[in-house]
């Protein structure tokens, strides 16, 4: 019998996408959110909503609060999402103790799972192959290097727990190798609470494949096909497909029943994925990477393919049901396709970035589904991860559905921060992309300069601030081109400026939105543009002078050195974390430190000054 009431243990689009199950199944849903999210779509779809107390952070981490709000407001079951507490066995075995169904696997095979040292052993006893590499729950930061002394370079370290990309560094030698561990240990702390940390051999060809698993309580376990997901950047996924291309049958078989061994093996129930390297040159070499107890970002594509509902799935397993008595026979039709859109900056080494989102329109078409819970006026914290929304196309051909997740990122309006919509449109236009000749450092190869705006873009500019420009020109849904200024103007483009003039009448629709000084303007043939009418002279002066700005918003977790020491260029400053990554701000000069304007613990917004660096005299 299904739930009457589930209480959602997560925030923005994944609670809604799991709110969206609940009303189609007539299952009452509770929410929760953190004093900063109180004004979140999520917050005001789901009506029966409970303020979390503490931190951002902690407050969707806070086991013990969250059980209580559930067990007050007579929730049967918890649906974790992912991230937070989807991949805690802890979390599981508290809400089992506290009467409630968690809406995932047992416990037992989370902890199985959940540290990526205990499931390489786990896979190694199924008969799966797996990456050589060492790690241990009470390993040094010394012992693992002292483990590592012989192994060959590069070598990939990562957080024990958790996924989602969050804490992987690759390392070129053991040098390295020493100034990434702290880096990687607080990186998983903060993400997943525990920083035991793994190391890996690195294989610089691959590709990452995965596999999606359901297992009702009954012992049956199938697997609905495989992902492609090596497009990825800081070893995070931003586009995934199904199924995956230039994958031929014989290893889907191979791959597919060694994923169903291992879930078999440790006693897996309900639905998740198990993840993949397969050797680019020779796909059939592959190896085991780890398992997502959980559901993925990326689970609208297998949807798409098997005209299922995962999130259901999840729920009637939980249930009780046996695959058997609401699972038709697995038919998989046609390609989908998904595109994560983050706040970041692609051509500025994708750091992120935030702020105000000004003004935020999902686009519609046949085939395509947005999932996200970003709105107008909403601010973009450092805190959360930086995923605004995923833009997901299906269609009978692999070309097609390519097609159709261009168009609409190219609809897809988000003006007031940047974004990575621009770059995942120019990604999927690329030869290499459209015909699948691409392994998981592809993004990593690319020349990433900064696009040139086009003459329509300025000229949109121009007219903005031109005083013949009258202020009913503006519309809700656009604005339209159709005056010209006669005088010459300075618009200035990522620190680069042009000179603008029109001659001839235009029609052009655009959206438009203004913050500060600067104008926000997209239109679907030319992208999105931030275009400023004074030039970046201060920040090229302060990087003349060694006074060391801050790429990015976040909070200041590391210094790696003091007032006084002497430094050169490209040594370690100080460390920012921004959206559970860090980010290591280095000496743009050779000097001495001269003083710091932050401390650990300080906030920090894009260009705030952080420490002057001075030559000696």
Same mark, same amino acid.
């Given at each position: ?8 243990? !997560? ?12 009303? &189609? ?36 981490? *806070? ?152 297992? *009702? ?46 879930? &078999?093996?440790?006693?897996? &129930? ?77 051509? !500025? ?26 709105? @107008? ?19 009978? *051909? ?64 121009? !007219? ?51 913050? @500060? ?62 959206? &559970? ?37």
């Amino acid at each position: 019998m299904m739930f009457k009431k589930v209480l959602v243990a !997560n925030r923005g689009e994944v609670a809604l996408r799991i709110y969206s199950t609940l009303q &189609k199944l007539g299952v009452s849903a509770v929410g929760i959110h953190t004093y900063q999210d109180r004004e979140a779509l999520h917050v005001r779809r789901i009506t029966e909503n409970y303020l979390l107390t503490e931190s951002p952070q902690s407050g969707y981490l *806070d086991s013990e609060q969250i059980i209580s709000i559930a067990l007050k407001s007579n929730c049967q079951a918890i649906h974790p999402g992912y991230g937070f507490l989807s991949e805690s066995a802890t979390f599981a075995r508290q809400c089992r103790r506290a009467g409630l169904i968690f809406i995932g696997p047992p416990e037992e095979a989370m902890a199985a799972m959940g540290e990526k040292i205990s499931a390489r052993g786990y896979a190694l006893q199924a008969g799966v192959p797996i990456v050589p590499g060492t790690g241990g729950l009470q390993m040094s930061n010394e012992e693992l290097l002292d483990a590592c002394k012989d192994f060959e370079f590069p070598l990939l370290v990562k957080p024990s727990a958790g996924g989602g990309g969050k804490g992987l560094h690759v390392v070129q030698n053991l040098d390295e190798l020493r100034e990434v561990m702290p880096i990687a240990r607080r990186e998983a702390n903060s993400s997943f609470g525990d920083d035991t940390l793994l190391v890996e051999k690195y294989l610089p060809r691959a590709r990452h494949i995965e596999f999606q698993i359901v297992a *009702d309580n009954f012992g049956e376990v199938i697997h609905l096909g495989e992902r492609e997901c090596s497009l990825q950047r800081r070893h995070q996924k931003i586009v995934e497909e199904a199924p995956a291309p230039h994958f031929s049958d014989a290893n889907r078989r191979i791959m597919g029943s060694a994923a169903v061994e291992l879930a &078999k093996a440790i006693g897996y &129930k309900n639905i998740g994925t198990i993840e993949f390297l397969v050797d680019a040159d020779s796909p059939e070499i592959f190896y085991f990477m780890e398992m997502n107890t959980r559901l993925q970002v990326e689970h609208r594509v297998t949807e798409m393919i098997t005209g299922l509902d995962l999130v259901e799935v999840q729920l009637r397993i939980a249930a009780g049901s046996a695959l058997q008595d609401f699972l038709p026979p697995t038919k998989f039709e046609g390609h989908a396709i998904e595109a994560r859109i983050y706040a970041e900056d692609a051509f !500025n080494g994708f750091l992120p970035t935030g702020g105000l989102v000004g003004k935020f329109t999902a686009s519609s078409f046949a085939h395509t589904t947005t999932d996200s819970a970003i709105t @107008d006026d909403v601010f973009v914290s450092s805190s959360f991860d930086p995923m605004l929304a995923k833009v997901a196309a299906w269609a009978h *051909d692999r070309t097609t559905a390519i097609e159709r997740l261009r168009e609409t990122l190219a609809h897809t309006v988000c003006l007031g921060i940047t974004t990575n919509i621009d770059f995942l449109i120019q990604l999927l236009n690329m030869s290499e992309i459209q015909e699948s000749h691409y392994d998981t450092k592809f993004i990593e190869t690319l020349n990433l300069d900064p696009p040139q705006p086009s003459r329509a873009v300025l000229a949109a500019y121009a !007219n903005l601030v031109s005083p013949h420009f009258e202020q009913g020109s503006w519309r809700t849904d656009g604005w339209r081109l159709n005056g010209a200024p006669s005088a010459t103007l300075a618009a200035y483009v990522n620190g680069q400026r042009f000179e603008v003039s029109l001659q001839d009448t235009s029609i052009l629709d655009c959206d438009i939105y203004r913050n @500060d000084s600067n104008f926000w303007i997209h239109h679907p043939s030319f992208g999105t543009w931030e275009i400023a009418n004074t030039s970046d002279s201060g920040k090229s002066l302060a990087a003349l002078s060694g006074d060391i700005v801050s790429p990015m918003p976040g909070v200041v977790v590391a210094l790696r050195v003091e007032v006084g020491d002497q430094v050169m260029v490209g040594d370690p400053l100080l460390v920012i974390e921004a959206m &559970k990554m860090e980010y290591v701000v280095r000496a743009s000069r050779q000097g001495r430190v001269a003083v710091f304007h932050v401390q650990l613990g300080s906030s920090v917004q894009v260009g705030k000054l952080l420490v002057e660096v001075v030559e000696d005299v």
